[in-house]
């Protein structure tokens, strides 16, 4: 019943920026604890970035300071904004909520999107 849509991925150059947005219903929005985490080629699916409305925000320290969570509250859609990429960042980005509470940085989300393709390459 929760679903979760995301768009923007795309092919980038590395240093290059680019924006994904995850669309939500605005119950799941406004209540579950959200958050972008990725499965890199050969890799396990890792946490990215995430927010909750009583702990804001948290990030990957891989990801931190590059990459920043913001919500578009009138749309209900959850944006991640990727700075100064670099080919590691590669992965199926996911968007994923869950209803429980707890700390953010964590893969342990209930539901999740189909994801949403970055490639970083020159």
């Known amino acids: 019943q929760v679903q979760l849509v995301e768009s923007g991925g795309r092919l980038v150059q590395p240093g290059g920026s680019l924006n994904i947005s995850c669309a939500a219903s605005?119950?799941?929005?406004?209540?579950?604890?959200m958050g972008w985490l990725r499965q890199a080629p050969g890799k396990e699916r890792e946490f990215c970035a995430g927010?909750?409305?009583?702990?804001?925000?948290d990030y990957a320290d891989s990801v931190k300071g590059r990459f920043t969570i913001s919500r578009d509250i009138a749309k209900n859609i959850l944006h991640l904004r990727m700075n100064n990429l670099k080919p590691e960042d590669t992965a199926v980005y996911y968007c994923?909520?869950?209803?429980?509470?707890?700390?953010?940085?964590?893969?342990?989300?209930?539901?999740w999107g189909q994801g949403t393709q970055v490639t970083v390459s020159s």
């Open positions: 994923a909520a869950k209803s429980r509470t707890g700390i953010i940085k964590t893969d342990r989300y209930d539901y």
């Open positions: 605005r119950q799941v929005f406004n209540t579950y604890t």
């Open positions: 927010f909750s409305v009583v702990r804001g925000t």
